[in-house]
């Protein structure tokens, strides 16, 4: 079970050692200007492997829970799927192979942002290491006993959007190695710390508003955290500035107030409550992504001007 791109890899993964007797993905959404519906990644890939692929609208519909159940799944692995599972799938595979069970890869170390954006927020919160788990699934959200995990070094100017493609493969690698175990029976079951345990909800758009009186490294963290989604923004002349790229700098002697424009010439730097920010790539509405001193010669900005 999954639907964005990342979990594409883990398909491919356990398709090299096990029978996927069918897919569950996210029903098709409407995208572009069109708005037509478009396949997920998962699905486009399923399709090309000539996997059966089921799109229901709620996993807790009694006529998915059927369908899959004639399938016989000894093994349900979950990538980002996108949807809650019901105790009756998972249960499911317990009942076709003693050894069964569902489980799920998610990109933490858990009991560390359990959640929808467990990537973002190790960025945003300024973690210096992240990594993948593989978990038996809980009814309690990304709460259930660890099986494998692996820990990666966060990079110091990495976005999420590049976090995420790194913790791919690696992912795929402790998804196979975990049912390699499943099917022998060792796969460990180590209870999460719930003491220690983080939450990584759902990042809303607004959320992307940047705050200039924070310092100089909670934006630039903001900022590479929500790289590719929603974007950090700010406004510049009323309207909203996408800041895609963005690093901290030492903050100038004199006194300025946050999101004030100091540097305009070669490079455009911005006060923060602490430090500044050097913006390095930006885009304007119905504009391209652009290098931020090519946005600031077409933008005519000055010195002394004002980001809200």
Known sequence: MGTPALAVPSLDALRAEHEIVAIATQPDKPAGRKKEPQPSPVKVRALELNIPVLQPERARDESF?????????EAIAVVAYGQILPLEILEMPRANHPNGGCVNLHFSLLPRWRGAAPVQYAIWRGD????????????KLDAGDIILQREITIEPNETASELFERLTLPGAAVLLETLRLMEKGRAPRVPQNEAAATFAPTIKKEEGRIDWNKSA?????????????????????GAPLKIWRASA?????????AGEI??????IIVTAGEDAVKLEEV????????????WARGARLEKGGQLQ
């Open 128 to 139: 210096q290491k992240t990594g993948v788990s593989t978990q038996w699934m809980a009814e």
């Open 217 to 237: 490294t909670e934006i630039v963290n903001g900022v590479r955290a929500l790289n590719s989604w929603p974007v950090a923004w700010c406004e510049w002349n």
């Open 249 to 257: 700098v030492p903050s100038p002697t004199k006194q300025y107030s």
């Open 262 to 267: 100091i540097e305009c010439r070669e490079e």
């Open 65 to 73: 829970i059927e369908t899959l159940r004639q399938f016989s799944p």
């Open 283 to 294: 885009q304007a509405p119905g504009r391209p992504r652009l290098q931020a001193m090519d």
